[in-house]
């Protein structure tokens, strides 16, 4: 069993920047393909970026492309969000979630199946 646990989530200015983590236990998550999902109020949930388990194929949401980077540290067992400073927009609030599967990272992309989820961290964009 892998358990997921998000922070770094948090009231934010537009144009800040923000990074998230998500730990990860157990001694498997090297094998683990990782990615974040979000869901706004009043939305579904979306993906918005995916790694492999050796962190050399991501995927990115188009809506986070070239302004969201995930990274993962295998020796930390956390996946990291970060978005790059000036970039975050108020439509970016959100509930962020962790995911995990044990298929590839395109699995996580195409929104699953996904076996292991995160309790989600706030993350809150003000204008």
């Known amino acids: 069993q892998v358990q997921l646990v998000e922070s770094g989530g948090g009231l934010v200015q537009a144009g800040g920047s923000l990074r998230l983590s998500c730990a990860a236990s157990?001694?498997?998550?090297?094998?683990?393909?990782m990615g974040w999902y979000r869901q706004a109020p009043g939305k579904e949930r979306e993906f918005v970026a995916a790694?492999?388990?050796?962190?050399?194929?991501?995927?990115?949401a188009d809506s986070v492309k070239g302004r969201f980077t995930i990274s993962r540290d295998n020796a930390k067992n956390t996946v990291y969000l970060q978005v790059q400073v000036n970039s975050l927009k108020p439509e970016d609030t959100a509930v962020y979630f962790c995911?995990?599967?044990?298929?590839?990272?395109?699995?996580?992309?195409?929104?699953?199946?996904?076996?292991?989820w995160g309790q989600g961290t706030q993350v809150t964009v003000s204008s």
């Open positions: 790694i492999s388990w050796g962190g050399r194929t991501t995927y990115y």
């Open positions: 157990g001694r498997t998550f090297g094998s683990l393909a």
């Open positions: 995911a995990a599967t044990r298929r590839t990272a395109q699995v996580l992309m195409v929104g699953g199946p996904i076996e292991y």
